[in-house]
């Protein structure tokens, strides 16, 4: 069974850090771009950032860059995205998602999905 397994959101001050992983199992990430999605309460999913897997090529939403990394392990076939210096307006659930047109941010454009993990900014 295919499928992407999201952990490491949690409650967090303004200015702190978390890491969130993204884990597949059931095919390779190799050929896919992965790319993190979030979605508040009453607003759209959007994404955050995307990572093609082959080249390493990566985007960043505008807001979130210089404070976002993504990165991938091949060997253990997963991407992180690393959060520094989270504000407020970073809560939200966090979503993962592979697919195949690293062009194409549309989340209808993405084939697998996460269960998502809640991220809290909060003091």
């Known amino acids: 069974q295919s499928q992407l397994v999201e952990s490491g959101g949690g409650l967090v001050q303004p200015g702190g850090s978390l890491r969130l992983s993204c884990a597949a199992s059931g095919f390779t990430l190799d050929y896919y771009t992965v790319a993190w999605f979030r979605q508040a309460p009453g607003k759209e999913r959007e994404g955050v950032s995307a990572?093609?897997?082959?080249?390493?090529?990566?985007k960043y939403l505008s807001s979130v860059k210089g404070r976002f990394t993504i990165s991938g392990d091949n060997a253990k076939n997963t991407v992180y995205l690393q959060m520094n210096n989270l504000k407020p307006e970073d809560t939200a659930v966090y979503y993962c998602?592979?697919?195949?047109?690293?062009?194409?941010?549309?989340?209808?454009?993405?084939?697998?999905w996460g269960q998502g993990t809640q991220v809290t900014v909060s003091s």
């Open positions: 998602a592979a697919g195949l047109d690293y062009s194409d941010y549309r989340p209808s454009a993405y084939d697998y």
């Open positions: 990572i093609r897997i082959r080249g390493g090529d990566t």
